[in-house]
């Protein structure tokens, strides 16, 4: 992407503003993730959690 930008003109700066761009697109898109996903943790007290029946014993599975 940056390569495009650059040989069209826009000069070596750009590739630090799409650097910046793209940091705040995974910002965007993580904090919801992290908002549902606590959401349904308190909805649900099992969330996230794995039964082994073959020793009837529970495991905790980490779901972040």
Do not use: C, K, N, Q
Request: net charge negative; proline share 3%; hydrophobic share 45%.
């Amino acid at each position: 992407m940056e390569g495009l930008l650059i040989d069209a003109g826009f000069g070596l700066e750009v590739t630090a503003w799409v650097g910046a761009a793209f940091a705040v697109a995974a910002l965007g898109s993580t904090l919801p993730d992290r908002f549902l996903t606590r959401r349904h943790e308190a909805a649900d007290p099992g969330y996230g959690r794995t039964v082994v029946s073959s020793r009837s014993e529970e495991v905790t599975a980490a779901h972040r």
